[in-house]
């Protein structure tokens, strides 16, 4: 297996000094402080989803029907940005317990995963590996690059592979998914390589069992039934092509948005070696309030995301409370407090400054 995509570039800074044991005492108040938090509120789940999703395609609608390109441009900024916290409930579904929230993953794939052509088998069954303590940050972790050691063109190619993503899945769904069920070989290349939101190009998908296969079977079949009516439509001319090209562009906003909130979602020093949880946490980012924007870039818990890793059974709508009992319950020696970050550009440029060979400030 070709290892060097986690070994190339400059030596990521203060990995040394976190090459340590765990911190009893952070994981003991994690789990004691937080234990009731851990059931779903429907409400919140419900309400959020179906406010956002109807938010950002009254927008798209507004968009699409704008006379003039500015009042597009805004209207199209506010579809993706609420299409985009609607899409990031695909996070909450791979930790949702079976039975908790009934029906809530049928409606998101209805309503967000099978028109955005990213129904949630994409994600279940991958995520759950970037959280196995013995696969973060490892070769193995569909979800973890070390980007900070990569070459300088790796970040602006890794965002740019975002913006094409709408067509790609469209190729994906529309053509991929019917000519894989002719040819056996073209079925697993489509499965181990195109059917995962992963980051990671080693990475290699196995082929659903079970109930998730069939559940798999027909989120597949209604993305390519729906990306090819949709081509179809554009192509007798049903569908407009300049509001088809607008769909595409507010869809690729959403991904490029996400693109960029992946790369400040951890530090990606990792060069391959298995972490303990207190490591994997130092390499993940907290952008807490007071700063008002993290809501927007990184909605639906996201914010605190290496919390979510020390807990990943919490809720997002739990985070929040969770973080402040933690700040309040660890002194300020706590390496808890050691995640916490101030916001978005300082971060991607504490990943640019490390994929130049540069030294970032500790606490940027």
Known sequence: MNTMLFTAGAEAPERAARRSGDDRAM???AASLTREL?????AIYWTDLVGSAALGYGALAAAIAA??????????????LALYRAGSFIHELTHIKAGSLPGFRLAW?????VPL??????YEGIHNLHHAKIRYGTVEDPEYLPLALMRPWTLPLFTLAAVLAPAALLFRFAVLTPLSLLSPKLRALVVGRFSGLQINPLFRRKPPEGEFAKAWAWMEGAASLWAITLLVL????AVPLRAFLIFLGVA???MLLNQVRTLVAHLWENEGEPMTVTEQYLDTINVPPPGIWGELWAPVGLRYHALHHLLPGIPYHALPLAHRR???ELGEDSVYHNSNRRGLMPLIGRLAAASWGRRPTPRS
């Open 117 to 122: 052509l990213v129904p949630s088998f994409l």
């Open 27 to 29: 994981l003991r108040a």
């Open 326 to 328: 933690l700040v309040a």
């Open 252 to 254: 690729a906003g959403v």
């Open 38 to 42: 851990n059931a779903p509120n429907a």
């Open 67 to 80: 006379p003039a390109l500015g009042w597009t441009l805004v209207a199209a900024v506010v579809a993706v």
């Open 234 to 237: 554009v192509a007798i001319g």
């Open 109 to 113: 794939n209805a309503i967000i995963g």
